[in-house]
């Protein structure tokens, strides 16, 4: 583990656009000691200081009950697919789709109500299991994602539970910064519903 005085010599080296990247979407994941190196550096250079706001907002992250209250709190929006204000869950779909030559793989995350998140995912299951068979690699996939999918219906709390939270460390920033009303909780949902595609080739 680098010292914190090779840390800081590192952190002089680096470009400011480095600096600025670093605050704005890795400082979540540092220790504390190297937060202060950062933020000194931001100074140093006199750069934007919103960016020292932006890494403390990041980085204190939600706890205990307020984290237990933000969850509800998400959970009891307005489902972003049919609009009906009932509980949402976070749902996980995979599929896959094969061609002569190649073979596509993606996962997404979406959170949702449980009509609209079952839909979600027969749909990804019923887009396999048509598209999935007609490469060497994608005949070998599509079984176990099919099986896989049909299995994590019996996890949906479970599933659920992790991605809430997931979610909850992923916008700690933007919590912090915008608040959680309904509209911001709204607009970052849609947001991450709109943004997960973790496609693999």
């Not at 990041?58 to 049919?82: A, D, M, V």
């Not at 079984?143 to 994590?152: G, H, S």
């Not at 919590?175 to 607009?187: A, I, N, P």
């Amino acid at each position: 583990m680098f010292s914190i005085e090779d840390i800081r010599a590192n952190y002089k080296r680096f470009p400011d656009t480095k600096i600025e990247n670093i605050a704005r979407n890795e400082s979540k994941g540092l220790r504390k000691e190297v937060l202060t190196v950062l933020k000194d550096e931001i100074t140093r250079r006199q750069l934007n200081l919103s960016l020292i706001s932006w890494v403390d907002a990041k980085t204190k992250s939600f706890e205990g009950l307020e984290r237990k209250n933000l969850i509800q709190k998400i959970q009891y929006q307005h489902c972003p697919k049919c609009f009906e204000k009932t509980k949402l869950l976070g749902f996980e779909t995979h599929t896959v789709k094969s061609f002569l030559i190649g073979t596509s793989s993606s996962r997404d995350e979406q959170i949702l109500c449980a009509s609209c998140g079952k839909t979600a995912k027969l749909n990804a299951i019923a887009i396999t299991f048509f598209t999935g068979w007609w490469s060497g690699k994608g005949f070998l996939l599509t079984p176990f994602t099919i099986v896989k999918d049909a299995l994590n219906f019996l996890f949906i709390d479970k599933i659920s539970d992790r991605i809430l939270n997931a979610f909850v460390d992923d916008r700690t920033g933007s919590f912090r910064r915008y608040g959680t009303d309904d509209s911001v909780l709204s607009r970052l949902i849609k947001w991450k519903n709109n943004s997960d595609d973790n496609s693999t080739y």
